[in-house]
C-alpha cells in the first residue's frame, strides 16, 4: 500500500466550532470514556475534518488499531523530517500492510541541504527549537490548515508538560479541537493492547527508546531516567512545539523566512 502525499487529502466538512466551556464539558464526560469511545465521539463530531497523528511510536500505532474498527478512513499523517530512524519507516510499512491503510506524508518546506544553506549546518545541535518549527510544527500548522480537529497520542504520565492534558481540549497554537484519547491511559495499558492486537510497534522500544523521534536529537533511556529524556539530551528542551499549552492570548513564536513578512495570529475562539 502507498503512502499518500499531503497534496492528495480530500477536502474537508464544514464543522461547527465548539466554545471553550463546551469542550471542558465534553471532556468532563469523556474523562472515564474508553479511548475507542472518545474516537468514536471525535468522528462522529468531525466526520473527515478530523485527522489523526502518527509518529509511528507505541502510543500511535495503538491509536490506528483503534480506528480501523470505527472509521478506518480517517486521514492518518506523518511528519516525515527526513530525520527518521529506519524502524520508523518500517514501522509505518507493517502497519499500511497489516490494515491496508495508506499514510500522509508531511513534509517541510525545506530539504535538510537547503535548511543548512539558510540556516546552517546541523541546526538540531545549535538550536534545536528553530529545527522543530521548521521540519515539524510549520508543516504541522500547515497540513492541519484544512481540518478542524487532531487527533494525537499524548499521555499525561509521558511528562510534567502533559500532566493537565484532557481527552479533548482547544489546541491554543492550532486553533482548533485536538482529541487526546489515551490521555489518562497507563503504559502498561497500551503495551496490553498492542500484545494483545499484535499490532506492529517499533522495535526500538525494545532497545530502551520508550520516546522516538529524529536520529540526531534522540537516545537511549537508562532506567529510572524520564521516558521522554532521550530527547534532546543535555539541552532544557523538553518538547519538540507540537503539544506545548500556551496560556490564552500569548502569542506563538514563529520562524521568519527571509524575504518573507509576519502574518499576525488569527484569533482562536473564546
Excluded at 531516567?225 to 507540537?242: I, V, Y
Amino acid at each position: 500500500m502507498r503512502n499518500r502525499t499531503e497534496c492528495e487529502k480530500k477536502e474537508p466538512e464544514t464543522v461547527a466550532y465548539r466554545s471553550r466551556e463546551e469542550l471542558a464539558k465534553v471532556a468532563k464526560e469523556l474523562k472515564d470514556a474508553s479511548p475507542s469511545e472518545i474516537l468514536r465521539w471525535g468522528t462522529e463530531q468531525f466526520g473527515s475534518s478530523l485527522a489523526l497523528a502518527c509518529s509511528f511510536g507505541y502510543e500511535d500505532v495503538a491509536l490506528v488499531h483503534l480506528l480501523m474498527d470505527i472509521r478506518p478512513e480517517t486521514d492518518i499523517f506523518y511528519l516525515d523530517t527526513d530525520l527518521l530512524f529506519p524502524e520508523t519507516y518500517q514501522t509505518r510499512d507493517r502497519l499500511a500492510e497489516k490494515y491496508g491503510i495508506s499514510f500522509i506524508r508531511v513534509s517541510p518546506r525545506y530539504s535538510i541541504e537547503e535548511q543548512a544553506n539558510r540556516w546552517g549546518e546541523k541546526l538540531w545541535e545549535r538550536d534545536p527549537n528553530t529545527c522543530c518549527m521548521l521540519r515539524k510544527v510549520e508543516p504541522l500548522k500547515r497540513f492541519l490548515s484544512g481540518y478542524s480537529a487532531w487527533c494525537t497520542g499524548i499521555r499525561r504520565e509521558q511528562s510534567p508538560t502533559r500532566v493537565n492534558t484532557e481527552v479533548v481540549e482547544w489546541d491554543d497554537n492550532l486553533k482548533m479541537v485536538k482529541l487526546n484519547p489515551l490521555a489518562f491511559w497507563k503504559e502498561s495499558q497500551v503495551w496490553d493492547l498492542i500484545h494483545a492486537h499484535g499490532i506492529p510497534y517499533n522495535p526500538m522500544h525494545d532497545r530502551m527508546y520508550p520516546s522516538i523521534g529524529c536520529m540526531p536529537c534522540t537516545r537511549k533511556v537508562m532506567p529510572g531516567e524520564d521516558p521522554r529524556s532521550g530527547r534532546w539530551a543535555g539541552t532544557a528542551k523538553t518538547e519538540c512545539g507540537l503539544h506545548n499549552r500556551s496560556s490564552q492570548g500569548r502569542k506563538r513564536s514563529t520562524v521568519r523566512h527571509p524575504g518573507e513578512r509576519k502574518n499576525s495570529d488569527q484569533e482562536g475562539i473564546q
